[in-house]
């Protein structure tokens, strides 16, 4: 089968040679892998994700979830192809031996997980969502807890569900009312509303575990009173078996443009005498624990846009090689035959720029998941520094990748032509499921007032400070190649520009203008994601060169590495250059978004 | 019962494979590897009869490069007890790997050999009848259904007619066809206990077998580039250019 999920090629040499995920076999917490491991693991993910997720993508697309007797119906194969995933032991793969993990890297853990979401990324939400819950409950639940609901999240008994929002309160999460009673008991009764909860209900038998934000009676106003639940829909006695219905209630379904085969739901906490909820950890420091476990979620959203706008490239590209029309301009007779498209420069153009996108964007995300492993397995410098770079990275992960991936998936539509546009491609549909990445797990508006207004500064700039250092090692080690003389130029000359930019900015966000300087937080995240892509093609571009000088090269390794060292080019002189008219506008604070005024719309 | 399955390390499925540019054969540098999927369905055989109570011990043999132990670990991945590797980088031919596969048997005492009908890169479909002619044992070629009862074989299998159903004594060999089972997924605890399972590694001159090559590769090529079809005005126009042109009627 040839699913064109994700090139196995770009994920090997992405581990292997930039990444050099091989060297975390030397941390005891991984010895007992080698990339023999890594491998078979990847062959499993992507033989289920063949098998049980991409030949049901559009049939997910085409029937979405229903409300049925109270209860949400899917097609029978998300249950299958939920439990398949589990059964294979992904849900559990990145815990400790102790608790029957296998303790992989984070890294290889996000590779795996790629695949499924590139060949459906609707199912592959459940896993996503369960894995993020155990996770929660694995750091801040109590013994009891973890002894009660763990079990459950890690062989797949149940789902989890993240419950957030309020038909009220999205991004403003500071509003939200979901009410918890203290009982005699110890044990809290929720009463609220939840909306766009993902995974809220499904029929695939078994559990569902939801992570509820809300407020103790008589808790402080705003982000400081709000606290974390547990919250089953089925309850569970103290050796896991599932009980009594709780007072959980699906309200009704949400009709999503995209990623319709993951229930979006509308929940009712306490319709009667309220949904018996776990309290986890300390009161009121439930936003702190949910976000804590935001980095990791978060780098799982970009991950997702990039499996979907990589697999929208192998799609476009495919059909470009395959699809004859036209000549070239310099052919005038018509009786001769048509080329393939790929012979028109336009459309290699389109094809260049998904390439740049995906692979830069996959690149990033693969490295932020190292960062993950930095921070769990390396000295305590090491932790320190994956930690601060992390927290700068991520809005970029997110946002950025959400951005440059949802106009992969554009770009695949364009090379299809009128035949992108019809649903007998799939091409349409990764763009529909990839709409929702810049969205949810915080908005792009969000994430780039995080990195403007937060990111940037904490900790005095430590994480700015750490991927100056990091772009100037990769500047560094590039100097010596000749052929990569241009790039490092146009990096170093783009680092220099930023470097003034937010030295302005710092000055100007200390004063009396900070409200000017964030209204021109989105465009100052894009000069940003820029940036960090251009710095990870040239380290791309670093292994390529080096790669192109082995002596046993075959036809096709030397041009993965040409193309490699083109795509880098691509991006270094007709992406990166267009940060510069926005520094211009951003390093005077162009006041236009800030003194337009609702009345002039 | 012991049952011994040869194992075979090919070009991954998925590869869109390419010929060298000097016509020698095809290019395998750098390019991803697999078990082949018919010697999957044999493993998976394998494990459901050792599941069924049938067999006792599943071994998986390999015969080639030292990375075969990759093709072996997948086995075991998937459930076969232990592995050898016969290890050699002498290119191997059918008739070779069958007495390599017969010193194995000999050795090992397997009450049934399972084996894949054919490998998807040379497509030879010949190891396993070569196998059984060697130790003259009963075979059953492209088995799509194996019973094991009271010692005996009941294999049915895929013949042009239809389905054909032999009874055997044992020890045989069977040769695996598409339809036989589907094989499961190597899960991720199981991949790691596969790191631990034993492989013994034996070479062809430990074994007394020469692996020589008895043929000779001349040339390898790809196949000629399908033409593009032509519109026939009528069925007339069709049955002429089938008997003219075509010469097929």
């Known amino acids: ?601 | 019962m012991k049952i011994l399955v040869p194992v075979k390390r090919v070009v991954d499925y998925n590869v869109k494979i390419r010929v060298k540019p000097d016509g020698s054969g095809v290019d395998t540098a750098n390019v991803k590897m697999s078990m082949n999927p018919f010697d999957e369905i044999a493993v998976e055989e394998a494990i459901r009869l050792k599941e069924a109570g049938v067999a006792s011990e599943v071994v998986a043999v390999s015969c080639g490069v030292a990375q075969c132990q990759e093709t072996l670990r997948a086995a075991m991945a998937m459930g076969a007890d232990r592995g050898i590797l016969v290890q050699t980088d002498v290119e191997l031919q059918p008739l070779a790997v069958a007495k390599l596969l017969k010193a194995v048997v000999e050795k090992e005492q397997p009450g049934l050999v399972i084996a894949g009908k054919q490998a998807i890169d040379d497509d030879a479909n010949q190891t396993g009848q070569m196998l059984a002619a060697l130790l003259g044992w009963p075979q059953a070629t492209f088995a799509s259904k194996v019973v094991v009862t009271d010692g005996k074989l009941t294999v049915t299998r895929e013949v042009d007619g239809g389905l054909e159903t032999l009874e055997l004594p044992l020890p045989a060999v069977i040769t695996t066809d598409l339809r036989l089972n589907e094989p499961r997924f190597a899960t991720l605890p199981n991949i790691m206990k596969a790191k631990k399972k034993p492989i013994d590694t034996l070479t062809p001159e430990a074994l007394g077998v020469d692996v020589t090559p008895r043929l000779a590769t001349l040339k390898v090529e790809e196949p000629p580039k399908r033409k593009a079809g032509v519109m026939v005005g009528s069925v007339d126009e069709l049955i002429e250019k089938l008997r003219n042109e075509a010469k097929v009627i």
């Open chain 1, 1 to 601: 089968m040839d699913e064109k999920l994700i090139s196995r090629r770009d994920l090997a040499f992405q581990l292997y040679e930039v990444l050099k995920v091989e060297s975390l076999t030397q941390r005891p917490r991984y010895q007992e892998h080698d990339r023999g491991t890594f491998e078979a693991i990847l062959d499993t993910a992507q033989q289920i994700a063949e098998t049980h997720f991409a030949p049901f993508n559009r049939k997910a697309d085409e029937n979405e979830p229903v409300f049925e007797d109270g209860q949400a119906r899917t097609i029978p194969e998300t249950k299958a192809a939920v439990q398949a995933h589990a059964a294979a032991g992904f849900l559990v793969a990145h815990h400790d031996a102790a608790l029957g993990g296998m303790q992989l890297p984070a890294v290889v853990v996000n590779a795996a997980m790629a695949l499924f979401k590139a060949a459906n990324v609707s199912f592959a939400a459940y896993p996503l969502l369960t894995l993020a819950a155990g996770n929660l409950i694995h750091r801040y639940g109590s013994e009891e807890q973890k002894k009660r609901f763990l079990p459950l999240l890690l062989d797949g008994r149940a789902t989890g569900t993240m419950c957030l929002t309020e038909p009220h309160a999205g991004s403003s999460l500071g509003d939200l009312r979901t009410r918890a009673e203290p009982q005699p008991d110890g044990t809290y009764r929720l009463f609220g509303n939840k909306i766009f909860i993902s995974g809220g209900d499904h029929d695939f038998g078994g559990n569902i575990i939801h992570l509820v934000l809300a407020r103790i009676s008589g808790a402080p106003p705003g982000v400081k009173g709000i606290s974390l639940f547990i919250v089953p829909k089925f309850l569970v006695d103290e050796a896991g078996r599932m009980g009594a219905r709780n007072d959980v209630v699906l309200a009704g379904l949400l009709h999503k443009m995209g990623y319709r085969g993951t229930t979006s739901t509308v929940l009712t906490f306490g319709d009667r005498d309220g949904a018996v909820g776990y309290l986890v950890g300390e009161p009121h420091q439930g936003l702190k624990y949910m976000f804590h476990m935001m980095n990791e979620a978060r780098i799982g959203v970009g991950m997702g846009a990039i499996a979907l706008g990589y697999t929208g490239y192998l799609h476009a590209l495919d059909y470009a090689r395959n699809r004859p029309q036209g000549r070239p301009l310099a052919n005038k007779d018509p009786a001769s035959p048509q080329v393939p498209i790929i012979e028109h420069p336009d459309v290699r153009r389109m094809l260049l720029a998904q390439k740049s996108y995906v692979e830069g964007c996959l690149a990033l995300g693969l490295y932020a998941a190292r960062l993950v492993d930095d921070i769990r397995t390396g000295n305590e410098a090491e932790r320190a520094r994956a930690q601060e770079l992390l927290d700068l990275l991520t809005p970029v992960v997110k946002a950025g990748s959400s951005q440059f991936c949802l106009k992969a998936n554009e770009l695949a539509i364009q090379v299809f032509g009128g035949a992108g546009y019809t649903r007998d491609y799939p091409v349409e549909q990764f763009y529909r499921d990839n709409r929702l990445n810049p969205i949810h797990e915080g908005t792009d508006g969000i994430q780039s007032l995080d990195l403007l207004g937060r990111k940037l500064w904490q900790n005095g700039s430590a994480g700015l400070k750490a991927l100056l250092r990091e772009v100037e090692t990769t500047l560094q080690e590039a100097a010596g190649e000749n052929e990569l003389a241009e790039l490092v130029e146009a990096l170093r000359g783009a680092r220099d520009t930023l470097a003034a930019l937010i030295m302005r900015l710092g000055s100007l966000m200390s004063g009396a203008q900070a409200e000017q300087v964030l209204a021109n937080s989105f465009p100052f995240l894009e000069v940003f994601s820029r940036f960090v892509l251009a710095w990870q093609w040239l380290r791309q571009a670093l292994v390529a060169v080096s790669g192109l000088r082995r002596a046993d090269l075959s036809e096709d390794e030397a041009n993965f590495y040409r193309g490699k060292l083109h795509a880098a080019r691509y991006f270094l002189r007709w992406e990166l250059p267009q940060i510069e008219p926005l520094c211009r506008l951003l390093e005077r604070c162009d006041p236009t978004f800030l003194s337009m005024k609702d009345e002039w719309f």
